[in-house]
């Protein structure tokens, strides 16, 4: 899998828009970009899923540029709710079920009220 | 759907003890992880399944540690004998595998080993 690199860590106030970004420059040609959310004392959860250009869901949108080396996880209007570790990871699908999802440091967002 | 389900949510046990913990997929995924979460080695995935057979347990930290899979609703976890080191939030995830990256993930045994 492709190596990610993310902040370690980031502030933000409630009601702002939070950028996260993660560089993944020797992504393949055929992985896809994947953003987890965890909250203390529970496991990740799925947010969004993209591979190229822009993905966007009801909870966040993705930001892929063409050479797909770097992606951008966007939160509107954060709230305290958001307070959370957030994880990039970059991998194959396969439609054999082969992924293999490794994790890496994530970034823990924090927002103040 | 219940989601992943983990058992025991919490365990303590004696240093030299074995530990077995439990995990049932989501109903039709045929991918199954198991991870482990300290605080400072972060999320670390020890193996996965795929229609129940082991593809990757590379990250399985050592033979004190083995995982099966007897069928597609049931997954364990074994630690024998277990140490103070293994400590530690383990979380089961499974996925579809179908062409789907998105793991749902159970809230994980919490083990201590003192």
């Known amino acids: 899998l492709a190596k990610t690199t993310q902040p370690i860590s980031m502030d933000s106030y409630e009601g702002q828009e939070v950028n996260i970004t993660c560089s993944h420059n020797?992504?393949?040609?055929?992985?896809?970009i994947t953003w987890y959310q965890q909250f203390p004392s529970q496991g990740p959860r799925f947010i969004i899923q993209?591979?190229?250009t822009k993905v966007t869901n009801e909870v966040a949108s993705l930001f892929i540029p063409a050479d797909r080396k770097s992606s951008t996880l966007s939160l509107p209007r954060v709230s305290l709710s958001d307070t959370a570790v957030y994880y990039c990871?970059?991998?194959?699908?396969?439609?054999?079920?082969?992924?293999?999802?490794?994790f890496g440091t994530g970034t823990r967002l924090t927002i103040i009220p | 759907d219940a989601g992943v389900i983990q058992s025991p949510r919490h365990e303590v046990t004696e240093m030299g003890q074995e530990v077995t913990l439990r995990c049932k997929p989501i109903?039709?995924?045929?991918?199954l992880f198991w991870y482990r979460q300290t605080m400072m080695r972060g999320l670390e995935l020890l193996i996965y399944f795929n229609n129940n057979v082991p593809i990757d347990d590379s990250g399985m930290p050592e033979d004190r540690f083995s995982a099966k899979m007897p069928n597609a609703s049931f997954s364990t976890l074994k630690i024998q004998p277990s140490e103070p080191r293994d400590s530690a939030v383990y979380f089961c995830a499974s996925s579809s595998g179908q062409g789907n990256t998105e793991a749902f993930f159970g809230q994980g045994t919490r083990l201590t080993v003192v």
């Open positions: 109903s039709g995924h045929n991918s």
């Open positions: 020797n992504i393949a040609t055929n992985d896809y």
């Open positions: 993209g591979y190229k």
């Open positions: 990871l970059v991998g194959l699908i396969s439609n054999f079920g082969n992924e293999k999802l490794t």
